[in-house]
């Protein structure tokens, strides 16, 4: 296949491109600013307890990530579909699912912050 492109063409890319990659780089200095703020405010203990929680939350969201990329293909092929009814219920019952999980593995933590954290 050969498709034929325009200037306008990648003009058009980077305009719709431009919010997302903003937003990045944005997400980038939130996300990665913490520890130099907290190193200024918190003790080195403190720090450790903030990075070990931080890692067990990582984990967490990657386990709920993994699953929702899991269930892309299935959205996909119901939106083609037009099965709005079941897209609708899917996407409700993983975001309820969703917030189950991280609010029991937060509870989970929680109960079990002196062995986590000694």
Request: hydrophobic residues 50%; charged residues 15%; proline residues 2%.
């Amino acid at each position: 296949y050969h498709v034929k492109t325009t200037k306008s063409h990648y003009i058009a890319i980077l305009r719709r491109s431009s919010g997302f990659f903003l937003f990045t780089l944005l997400s980038i200095v939130v996300l990665q600013t913490d520890y130099m703020v907290i190193s200024q405010r918190l003790t080195p203990a403190d720090i450790v307890q903030y990075t070990v929680t931080m890692k067990i939350f990582g984990l967490v969201f990657f386990i709920y990530t993994a699953i929702l990329q899991a269930l892309w293909p299935i959205c996909a092929e119901l939106r083609v579909k037009q099965q709005w009814k079941k897209l609708n219920k899917m996407i409700g019952v993983n975001i309820l699912l969703g917030s189950l999980y991280v609010v029991g593995c937060t509870i989970f933590i929680y109960l079990f912050k002196e062995q986590i954290f000694s």
